[in-house]
């Protein structure tokens, strides 16, 4: 079963920071991945996808992933985050064909003002 | 995008009562349907993924018979947590995706937190 890995649970930045939250998985076959966002006391939303073609995925809110088949990654950037960006930050994997998603125990962003 | 509600957005019940919460897709119809659950600071897990129409496909661990999942129509999917208890208590929380199937993204909904005295 495919596993999925976030490092640095809680980060911390200012504004016009820039943000790199890493993703990788552990499965050989093809996968879909995804990045989630939760702001505080709303439920997840979807910031991006990959499924195929371009490695570089862009997503809402000027956030972007790059997909490394290689490392096993889908890092998640953003070049200058906002307040706004405070949240939580879910990556996960699901095996093509399965039904299955399997997420990161997810990152806590606080961006300071 | 599509919206996936859930009901109640909380309860609290006493221990031994059973407990529904129900989750709708909006404005798309789901063939599949997910139900996860979150303890504080950890991930989501899965719990059961449910196709409208059939029974559900329960992850190992889960108990079936306590955790009682119904997909009987295209929005519509209910957990019920028979007997409830207090290790039940969690935030619980449903997904829905579309009948491009695994290709097609899960959309989730705002979560349920149970707390069952």
């Known amino acids: 079963a495919q596993s999925v890995s976030q490092h640095n649970h809680h980060v911390i930045l200012s504004e016009a920071a820039s943000l790199e939250l890493g993703c990788n998985y552990s499965?050989?076959?093809?996968?879909?991945l995804f990045w989630y966002v939760q702001y505080p006391g709303q439920h997840l939303q979807l910031l991006l996808k990959y499924f195929s073609g371009d490695p570089l995925v862009k997503g809402i809110k000027g956030f972007e992933a790059e997909f490394i088949k290689s490392k096993f990654s889908f890092n998640l950037r953003k070049p200058s985050v906002q307040w706004s960006d405070t949240a939580e930050y879910f990556c996960a994997v699901n095996a093509r064909g399965n039904n299955r998603l399997a997420f990161g125990k997810g990152n806590q962003v606080v961006v300071i003002p | 995008g599509a919206v996936v509600s859930q009901h109640p957005s909380w309860v609290i019940c006493k221990s031994g009562t059973s407990v529904k919460i129900e989750c709708r897709s909006l404005?798309?119809?789901?063939?599949?349907m997910f139900w996860y659950r979150q303890f504080p600071k950890q991930s989501l897990m899965l719990m059961a993924t449910?196709?409208?129409?059939?029974?559900?496909?329960?992850e190992q661990g889960v108990e079936k018979d306590k955790f009682l999942i119904n997909h009987a129509s295209l929005t519509l999917s209910t957990l019920t947590v028979t007997s409830a208890h207090p290790e039940d208590s969690s935030f619980y929380i449903c997904?829905?995706?579309?009948?491009?199937?695994?290709?097609?993204?899960?959309?989730f909904g705002p979560g349920t937190r149970l707390t069952v005295l």
């Open positions: 499965y050989g076959g093809t996968v879909n």
């Open positions: 449910s196709n409208e129409g059939s029974k559900a496909t329960y």
């Open positions: 997904s829905a995706r579309g009948r491009a199937g695994p290709t097609d993204t899960q959309y």
């Open positions: 404005d798309f119809q789901a063939t599949t």
